[in-house]
């Protein structure tokens, strides 16, 4: 909107007019509306298509005011003598114009509302008038409608009615002519006469040319008809020309004839032949016998008859001895069989054509002429057999090896397409255009080390693939962790034992090879006091000092038992690990007496206490284990008299006899703990 005639409301999108529009200046308005959500740099626009819908506005307008037209006095009823025109700047029916006559001096004419035309409705030989004055108005079919008459406008066509000249001019003069093609400028060609019957100026005879000259190769007298060459002629670019002549008049109107005359341009032996190529190109099959066609080489002669008959032959030249051309036709074949693999490509550089005429013209151009491949070769591959070795941790899709076999033929004969046969276990595959070899799983050295397999190179044709042996040798990574044949073990060993008494042999696996596999073992934790070590090598574990079953310490409950936390480590980069545990039990010797709880004890008893009454419990305790800790009580001595009984196995002691404090006041047992 550069004209600033509309504005929109920001916040609804209404478009308003801001100016009065003329759909005469401009009928259509296209209107770019950006719109912007907030404050966000993201803006949005679409386009608003307005039409300037026509009002009637604009009377129609004459674009002259005044014209002249003269017409012979013998013109016949109906001859169209003038037309007029008027402009209405409105479109539609708003712009249609009818025409009227506002005023005339003679019902000799009329006009057609529509186009304006003004006819003649009667011959005006009888009048004696010479001119008329017709005032012609325009008016448009707009509701209402407009004219021009409200701008006081209208048009004044004056009809002059001349005298006659009704006599034509006729010719008399041959309508064809001949001329050879390479005559000089300025050469007589013809002579044009016409002869008109009137007298004077309306029997005086001009000659025009009309039309065929458009290229002014002649040029005409228009006072005594001479035709002359005004160029130089050429019958290969025209061989003839059709001029429009009129023999016109000098009456008032003016009175024509015309005729068309036809120059014919006689051939000269002025032109050469020319090949359609000057280089052609062309393909023939290899192993083909001979005879075979391979093209047909073409001349045109711009020349006629004998000038332009052509015969055709090939030069001497490199190869030409393997190809005859027919020197009439053009055409050329084989004299031998062709092999692509020894020459490609023949280069004729003798190509001769010549015409017949007098003196003779001729001209040459060049064959390339390309043998086609026959898949007459296999593919062979550089090596009958590869070898590589590649790492277990390549990625999937990694390329490992890029074959290639050469094929001496050409396109897809000498296209080399690669597969494989034989067993890749999933593992390989291979890019049928390129030979590139790429993984298509995840290798593992441990599952398998090695794979061995046949790639086959192909052309298009099934006969004799040629295949190549492709081993692959997997490289280790370290990727296998050593793993103990148990993750716990249980052990044991007497107490008592010299240092260095082996206890337990462990053993660890590991699935790689070289470093990777080589383990090492240690211990970890649990042997806080060193009190075991173990053979890095072989995973024998033995004690390192004398064990003690009773032993305690600060750091355990017990000497009983040992729980180390075994490492088997493997030499690889980085190192991997892992552990297992170790129960060791130390096993008891029985090497401690009992002791009791108390070296004597002391009872006080009443001499009335009934027999069979509980008397004391005796207790003693060892450190040993097992049966070496289970204790029997006796009573060695000191009761002869059989006054008490020993449990031997709680220690428990029971009145057996009634006591007497007169007989016996104190007995001392003697028991012994076993």
């Keep these: 909107d550069p004209h600033g005639r509309f504005s929109i409301d920001p916040q609804f999108g209404i478009i308003r007019t801001k100016q009065p529009l003329d759909h005469e200046t401009q009928s259509v308005v296209v209107l770019t509306i950006q719109s912007q959500l907030g404050n966000s740099p993201v803006y949005g626009s679409t386009q608003v298509n307005i039409s300037v819908v026509d009002i009637n506005d604009n009377p129609p307008v004459f674009l002259t005011k005044s014209d002249k037209v003269t017409i012979s006095h013998t013109q016949p009823p109906g001859t169209a003598v003038y037309i007029a025109h008027a402009e209405d700047k409105d479109s539609g029916l708003n712009g249609a114009i009818k025409y009227s006559i506002a005023s005339k001096q003679s019902n000799a004419f009329n006009i057609d509302p529509n186009l304006g035309v003004v006819n003649l409705t009667r011959t005006v030989f009888a009048d004696k008038q010479q001119e008329y004055t017709l005032h012609i108005a325009a008016e448009d079919y707009g509701s209402p409608p407009l004219t021009s008459l409200l701008m006081l406008?209208?048009?004044?066509?004056?009809?002059?009615i001349l005298?006659?000249?009704?006599?034509s001019p006729n010719f008399t003069s041959s309508p064809l002519s001949y001329v050879m093609e390479d005559v000089e400028v300025g050469f007589l060609v013809h002579h044009i006469i016409a002869k008109d019957p009137d007298e004077g100026r309306n029997g005086q005879v001009t000659y025009h040319i009309l039309s065929g000259n458009e290229n002014k190769a002649f040029v005409l007298d228009k006072i005594t008809g001479l035709l002359t060459t005004a160029q130089l002629l050429d019958r290969e670019i025209q061989e003839h020309y059709s001029l429009t002549v009129m023999?016109?008049?000098?009456?008032?109107?003016a009175l024509s004839a015309t005729q068309v005359l036809t120059i014919i341009v006689l051939d000269v032996n002025d032109e050469t032949p020319i090949f359609l190529k000057q280089l052609y190109e062309t393909a023939v099959r290899e192993n083909q016998h001979p005879g075979e066609f391979v093209i047909k080489v073409e001349a045109v002669d711009r020349d006629a008859g004998l000038n332009s008959l052509l015969q055709y032959e090939i030069l001497p030249g490199t190869g030409y001895e393997k190809f005859k051309m027919n020197s009439d036709s053009g055409e050329l074949v084989t004299t031998a069989s062709l092999d692509r693999e020894t020459q490609e490509v023949f280069n004729i550089k003798g190509n001769s054509c010549r015409?017949?005429?007098s003196p003779s013209r001729s001209s040459t151009a060049q064959l390339t002429l390309t043998v086609l491949d026959e898949n007459d070769h296999n593919p062979l591959f550089a090596k009958s057999q590869y070898q590589i070795s590649v790492r277990e941790d390549l990625e999937e899709g990694s390329a490992i090896l890029d074959l290639f076999a050469s094929d001496e033929d050409d396109g897809l004969n000498g296209e080399?397409?690669?597969?494989l046969v034989d067993n890749t276990f999933g593992a390989f595959a291979i890019d049928s255009v390129t030979g590139s070899i790429v993984t298509t799983k995840a290798l593992d050295r441990e599952t398998k080390s090695q794979y061995t397999f046949r790639a086959v190179a192909s052309d298009c044709s099934t006969h004799l693939p040629r295949s190549t042996t492709v081993t692959v040798l997997i490289q280790d990574v370290n990727d296998n962790v050593p793993k103990f044949e148990q993750s716990y073990y249980k052990a044991s060993v007497w107490e008592g034992q010299s240092p260095k008494t082996d206890i337990i042999q462990v053993f660890a696996t590991d699935l790689d090879s070289g470093l990777n596999g080589d383990t090492e073992y240690s211990i970890l934790s649990g042997n806080e006091n060193a009190t075991?070590?173990?053979?890095?090598?072989?995973?024998i574990l033995a004690t390192n000092t004398v064990l003690d079953h009773e032993n305690t310490s600060s750091y355990r409950e017990t000497a009983s038992s040992h729980r180390l936390v075994l490492l088997a480590s493997d030499h690889g980069t980085p190192s991997l690990n892992s552990t297992a545990t170790v129960l060791i039990t130390v096993l008891d010797v029985n090497d401690n007496?009992?002791?009791?709880?108390?070296?004597?004890y002391h009872i006080h008893l009443k001499e009335s206490i009934p027999v069979g009454s509980h008397v004391t419990e005796v207790s003693a305790n060892d450190c040993d284990a097992g049966t070496n800790a289970e204790i029997t009580y006796a009573i060695i001595s000191g009761n002869d008299r059989g006054h008490f009984r020993?449990?031997?196995k709680t220690g428990s002691v029971d009145l057996m006899k009634m006591l007497d404090y007169e007989d016996t006041m104190k007995f001392t047992l003697i028991i012994q703990a076993t």
Aim: aromatic share 8%; no cysteine.
């Design 153 to 160: 406008d209208s048009l004044a066509a004056k009809i002059v």
């Design 163 to 167: 005298d006659i000249n009704d006599n």
């Design 247 to 253: 023999a016109l008049d000098d009456g008032s109107p």
């Design 355 to 357: 015409d017949l005429g």
């Design 416 to 419: 080399v397409r690669y597969s």
């Design 532 to 539: 075991f070590l173990i053979d890095s090598a072989w995973g």
């Design 593 to 600: 007496p009992p002791v009791f709880s108390s070296p004597e």
């Design 646 to 648: 020993l449990d031997g």
